[in-house]
């Protein structure tokens, strides 16, 4: 009878373990993969919040994507054969430690965490993405079932990681031009930018142009066409744009007016009410066109290290349109129409959009939109049909695009609409971008001999 009592004892100790084991061969396989797309959109997207926080202008906006995302790239591609890394293809960069006999790292998570790691040191607001971070840690453990041991491992490769890129990236002449002479603005030559309404700023980078490109090889590889010849002879090409940009601001149609605004895109928009002053804050215009990225990775089903693949690309043709174009508008320092139409045509006029405080030739919009499209269409080809909700969250409606570049002429023609460019640094502009763009594309690669490319929208 004991020994009876004792099997029995023995057999549900049995069962009890191994409906124990069930169970957690179950969980493991509930567990989801890291190796997640959703996770780096999700990143991403936290990045752009705290730049939107922090204020960031346009061009520096630009290389806190870049950085972070070639971070991920990289270690992505470690554990990815269809990917090459982009070792002595980005400017000055020797590659990262690799990930070999180290045990227990999540190449994905590492990916991940090296992101989050590079961003954190290229933006004002710690508390935020250590907030971010926390939750992040949360959400691998709790719902993609990451051990202790994984994300401890995979922290340490990703800090490793992130310390070379760190030190790459220290070395692209940012902290510099943080020394260099605010611009000089020299009144008594007619037809240069001066500062503009409401708060005549200093002009925002003057010194862009020295920081170090990512593929081009100079910030002058692609000088555009000199401006038109300034004259406020109402003959000159000169003064007829400035008269078509005066015409279009006072005839505005709906769909123009939604065209303007969904392109705005401005950081720091100042408004002035009486004596009370208050600042609005928006994505910038590379952050718009990394949201559009997002969308784009979403709808072609994207796996990781194809989304990983397609913000290199996205940022990286930012930064770098950015320098070209930079380099440009304080060469040519183009006046802004807002200044001359209320000195010469009509002293109450005013743009729709509030003109940013840099000079006018080339449009910022035009080239890096040209130079983001031609990037995007490089990857998920033409046409793409999609819906842009990028704007939704500063509360304009979505907009649909059958291409990314009937998206980059929408973006450039939004700025004639909105009042700040005249037709040819819009038109030049765009052919600006697409030169740096094609360059991109003749020259980055980042997939290894056949290994084809992202899927593309049926």
Not at 11 to 17: A, C, D, N, Q
Not at 312 to 330: G, N, P, Q, R
Not at 422 to 430: C, K, N
Request: hydrophobic residues 40%.
């Amino acid at each position: 009878m004991k020994a009876l009592y004792i099997t029995l004892i023995g057999l549900l100790l049995w069962g009890l373990s191994l409906s124990s084991c069930e169970q957690k061969t179950e969980d493991r396989a509930a567990a989801k993969s890291v190796a997640d797309p959703e996770l780096l959109r999700l990143c991403m997207n936290n990045l752009t919040d705290v730049i939107v926080y922090d204020i960031f202008s346009p061009p520096v906006a630009s290389r806190i994507y870049t950085y972070p995302s070639v971070a991920a790239f990289e270690i992505m591609a470690q554990g990815d054969p269809r990917f090459e890394s982009l070792a002595g293809q980005l400017t000055d960069f020797d590659g990262i430690p690799l990930a070999e006999d180290q045990p227990n790292i999540d190449v994905a998570l590492a990916a991940l965490q090296a992101f989050n790691m590079v961003g954190d040191t290229l933006i004002f607001s710690k508390d935020k993405m250590m907030a971010f971070t926390q939750s992040f840690e949360k959400k691998m453990k709790e719902e993609y079932g990451v051990s202790d041991q994984v994300w401890e491992a995979s922290e340490s490769y990703a800090r490793q990681v992130a310390n070379d890129v760190i030190a790459w990236m220290k070395k692209d002449n940012y902290a510099q031009t943080r020394t260099y002479p605010q611009y000089t603005v020299l009144p008594d030559q007619k037809g240069r930018w001066v500062p503009t309404p409401p708060d005549y700023m200093q002009a925002i980078e003057p010194h862009w142009n020295k920081i170090r490109p990512f593929v081009i090889d100079s910030a002058t590889q692609f000088v555009p066409v000199p401006p038109s010849e300034f004259s406020l002879d109402r003959n000159s090409q000169f003064f007829k744009n400035l008269m078509e940009v005066y015409e279009i601001g006072k005839n505005l149609d709906s769909t123009q007016l939604a065209i303007a605004q969904f392109w705005d895109c401005n950081p720091f928009v100042m408004h002035h009410r009486g004596h009370v002053m208050y600042a609005t804050k928006k994505i910038t215009p590379g952050g718009h066109w990394v949201g559009i990225t997002g969308i784009a990775t979403r709808q072609a089903e994207a796996d990781f290290g194809e989304t990983a693949e397609a913000y290199v690309w996205c940022t990286v043709a930012l930064a770098d349109a950015f320098i070209s174009c930079w380099d440009e508008k304080f060469r040519s320092s183009v006046i802004r129409p807002e200044t001359l139409i209320n000195q010469h045509i009509d002293e109450d006029w005013l743009p729709l959009l509030q003109t940013p405080p840099f000079p006018e030739y080339t449009s910022g919009h035009s080239v890096i939109s040209r130079a983001a499209a031609t990037a995007l269409t490089h990857l998920f080809g033409d046409p793409f049909p999609y819906v842009d909700s990028v704007e939704v969250k500063w509360g304009l409606p979505a907009r649909s695009f059958n291409s990314f570049l009937e998206a980059s002429q929408e973006a450039a023609i939004s700025r004639m609409y909105g009042g700040i460019h005249y037709r040819p640094a819009v038109e030049v502009g765009s052919a600006q971008g697409e030169k740096v763009g094609q360059y991109l594309a003749a020259t980055l690669r980042t997939r290894k001999e056949g290994q084809g490319g992202i899927s593309k929208n049926p």
